[in-house]
């Protein structure tokens, strides 16, 4: 039966001798502790130990005020225009770094494609900025994204635009359902084996084009070019 580390401190308690959980951690993840392997008995059972504080950090990235679960019901039931998913499309490791930004429109599945040279959010959140910035406001209402890393400077998007954000629960990507699909039609062009770099911007404006100018059944046979260019239309009239 395995022992739990973090009980020694507690049964040591009775004798003159003081050791703390920071001291059996740093042994058992020490070459002596290593040599028999004394990590298995952790309670995460890890070879490798995380820096201190790293997951509280990364989790504050993503306010629990953002969570999925916050968003107002129009936006889930696509009765309001102007609320985008978000995702990054990835190839080969052997083609480097490399990606695509995948951004769709919910109601009308419009989607939009970026390249990005790497994962790096800066970047990432300055295409999203350049790609919507000239839309009104109510055609760029929202974004939904995944936690990504590559998502952790929401707070440029916001500043810049004023598009408010939201955030799926980890590992949970069927909650942005509308790109996950558009992702899976656009492999039939860019599949994980195509070199991202050998894809020019004539390229890849013919697979988006080829993807907004499909009739879709969930939009009554319409295509989603159709659907984006009548609710735009409609919401500059209403801003007018």
Same mark, same amino acid.
Request: overall charge positive.
């Given at each position: 039966?395995?022992?739990?580390?973090?009980?020694?401190?507690?049964?040591?308690?009775?004798?003159?001798?003081?050791?703390?959980?920071?001291?059996?951690?740093?042994?058992?993840?020490?070459?002596?502790?290593?040599?028999?392997?004394?990590?298995?008995?952790?309670?995460?059972?890890?070879?490798?130990?995380?820096?201190?504080?790293?997951?509280?950090?990364?989790?504050?990235?993503?306010?629990?005020?953002?969570?999925?679960?916050?968003?107002?019901?129009?936006?889930?039931?696509?009765?309001?225009?102007?609320?985008?998913?978000?995702?990054?499309?990835?190839?080969?490791?052997?083609?480097?770094?490399?990606?695509?930004?995948?951004?769709?429109?919910?109601? #009308? $599945?419009?989607?939009?494609? &970026?390249?990005?040279? =790497?994962?790096?959010?800066?970047? !990432?959140? %300055?295409? /999203?900025?350049?790609?919507?910035?000239?839309?009104?406001?109510?055609?760029?209402?929202?974004?939904?994204?995944?936690?990504?890393?590559?998502?952790?400077?929401?707070?440029?998007?916001?500043?810049?635009?004023?598009?408010?954000?939201?955030?799926?629960?980890?590992?949970?990507?069927?909650?942005?359902?509308?790109?996950?699909?558009?992702?899976?039609?656009?492999?039939?062009?860019? #599949? $994980?084996?195509?070199?991202? &770099?050998?894809?020019? =911007?004539?390229?890849?404006?013919? !697979?988006? %084009?080829? /993807?907004?100018?499909?009739?879709?059944?969930?939009?009554?046979?319409?295509?989603?070019?159709?659907?984006?260019?009548?609710?735009?239309?409609?919401?500059?009239?209403?801003?007018?």
């Amino acid at each position: 039966m395995k022992c739990d580390l973090r009980m020694i401190p507690m049964r040591l308690e009775r004798h003159p001798i003081s050791v703390s959980h920071e001291t059996i951690y740093k042994f058992a993840y020490s070459a002596d502790g290593h040599a028999i392997k004394l990590w298995r008995h952790l309670p995460e059972h890890r070879a490798r130990r995380r820096p201190r504080h790293a997951r509280s950090k990364y989790g504050q990235r993503f306010s629990p005020e953002l969570n999925i679960l916050r968003r107002p019901d129009v936006v889930a039931d696509r009765k309001q225009f102007g609320h985008w998913e978000c995702d990054l499309i990835q190839f080969r490791k052997k083609f480097g770094k490399a990606n695509m930004t995948f951004l769709v429109e919910r109601g #009308s $599945r419009f989607a939009i494609f &970026l390249r990005n040279n =790497d994962r790096q959010s800066q970047p !990432v959140m %300055n295409g /999203l900025v350049q790609a919507l910035q000239a839309l009104p406001h109510l055609a760029r209402r929202s974004i939904t994204f995944d936690r990504g890393t590559e998502f952790t400077d929401w707070p440029y998007l916001q500043a810049s635009i004023g598009t408010q954000t939201w955030f799926c629960d980890p590992q949970s990507p069927w909650q942005k359902g509308t790109v996950e699909n558009t992702n899976r039609r656009a492999r039939k062009w860019l #599949s $994980r084996e195509v070199d991202p &770099l050998s894809v020019t =911007d004539a390229d890849l404006i013919a !697979v988006c %084009n080829q /993807l907004n100018a499909t009739p879709r059944k969930c939009l009554g046979y319409r295509t989603p070019a159709e659907v984006f260019r009548k609710k735009l239309l409609a919401q500059l009239r209403h801003a007018g």
